[in-house]
């Protein structure tokens, strides 16, 4: 009966991780209007070890990448998403960046890590910022290709670790499973534009993305008869890039790991 027990708990917690990652998927796309669809997700190999279930042997993203459905896919239709992740519940939330969605900068997660001290030390605002184990991207408004040429062409050198996600280009969002562990928020977004730290928002850790303020505030907009955008207030991306670029390139060996 024990054994039975703890089986059960085990399907309930992963029941529970599924379901998350189906609303947080919903809310990404009908509350926030960003583009998501499916990443290709992880299968077993060995034991625990997980691999990325695409063709590539050594793939730089396990799990966290577009595969079937194709980028171009990424939707903001509920019906659409909630069959997605009803058919695939452990697939990753892949959010498509440019166009009218977020942007992304990403770096190695101790270079992201010094570079959040810097930006708190000289005042400066952040967005939402998303971390695995080995890297941290920073989601900033969107950008077109001639304005982060004119920005990158200013600096002395750009470490070929710093990564900048713009149109055509994406990022797994939490709390979405990676082969490099799971999505979570280290700068949690929050209703009406204000970033915090992690832990900030109700279940940030676990891809929480209301505060229960702003569940009371939405339904009493509701009753009035008015709405009002919840999508995360965005930095421009200009007012990061000098730090992005001088904290990627004197973190020693790139940073690639942050040990929790």
Same mark, same amino acid.
């Given at each position: 009966?024990?054994?039975?027990?703890?089986?059960?708990?085990?399907?309930?917690?992963?029941?529970?991780?599924?379901?998350?990652?189906?609303?947080?998927?919903?809310?990404?796309?009908?509350?926030?209007?960003?583009?998501?669809?499916?990443?290709?997700?992880?299968?077993?190999?060995?034991?625990?070890?997980?691999?990325?279930?695409?063709?590539?042997?050594?793939? !730089?993203?396990?799990?966290?990448?577009?595969?079937?459905? %194709?980028?171009?896919?990424?939707?903001?239709?509920?019906?659409?998403?909630?069959?997605?992740?009803?058919?695939?519940p452990d697939a990753p939330v892949?959010?498509?960046?440019?166009?009218? !969605?977020?942007?992304?900068?990403?770096?190695?997660?101790v270079a992201g890590a010094r570079a959040l001290a810097a930006f708190?030390?000289?005042?400066?605002?952040?967005?939402?910022?998303?971390?695995?184990?080995?890297?941290?991207?920073?989601?900033?408004?969107?950008?077109?290709?001639?304005?982060?040429?004119?920005?990158?062409?200013?600096?002395?050198?750009?470490?070929?670790?710093?990564?900048?996600?713009?149109?055509?280009?994406?990022?797994?969002?939490?709390?979405?499973?990676?082969?490099?562990?799971?999505? *979570?928020?280290?700068?949690?977004?929050?209703?009406?534009?204000?970033?915090?730290?992690?832990?900030?928002?109700?279940?940030?850790? %676990?891809?929480?993305?209301?505060?229960? *303020? %702003?569940?009371?505030?939405?339904?009493?907009?509701?009753?009035?008869?008015?709405?009002?955008?919840?999508?995360?207030?965005?930095?421009?991306?200009?007012?990061?890039?000098?730090?992005?670029?001088?904290?990627?390139?004197?973190?020693?060996?790139?940073?690639?790991?942050?040990?929790?």
């Amino acid at each position: 009966m024990r054994e039975i027990l703890g089986r059960r708990r085990k399907l309930s917690l992963r029941r529970g991780d599924r379901s998350a990652v189906l609303t947080a998927a919903l809310a990404y796309a009908t509350e926030w209007q960003w583009p998501v669809l499916p990443g290709v997700g992880l299968r077993p190999d060995g034991g625990r070890v997980r691999r990325c279930s695409c063709p590539q042997p050594d793939c !730089a993203a396990p799990g966290a990448h577009p595969f079937d459905p %194709g980028l171009l896919a990424a939707t903001t239709d509920a019906r659409m998403v909630r069959w997605w992740w009803t058919d695939r519940p452990d697939a990753p939330v892949v959010l498509a960046t440019g166009g009218r !969605a977020p942007c992304a900068v990403s770096l190695p997660a101790v270079a992201g890590a010094r570079a959040l001290a810097a930006f708190d030390r000289a005042g400066i605002r952040l967005g939402p910022v998303v971390a695995t184990p080995t890297r941290w991207a920073l989601l900033v408004a969107p950008y077109s290709l001639e304005v982060l040429g004119e920005l990158l062409h200013r600096q002395d050198w750009v470490p070929g670790s710093l990564l900048f996600h713009g149109e055509g280009g994406f990022v797994a969002l939490p709390p979405s499973p990676t082969g490099a562990g799971r999505v *979570r928020w280290e700068r949690a977004p929050l209703p009406g534009g204000r970033g915090g730290p992690a832990g900030s928002v109700n279940g940030a850790s %676990g891809g929480g993305i209301r505060t229960f *303020r %702003g569940d009371r505030t939405e339904r009493a907009e509701r009753r009035e008869g008015t709405t009002r955008s919840t999508a995360p207030w965005l930095p421009d991306v200009s007012a990061l890039v000098d730090v992005l670029v001088e904290e990627s390139a004197g973190t020693p060996g790139g940073g690639s790991r942050l040990a929790y």
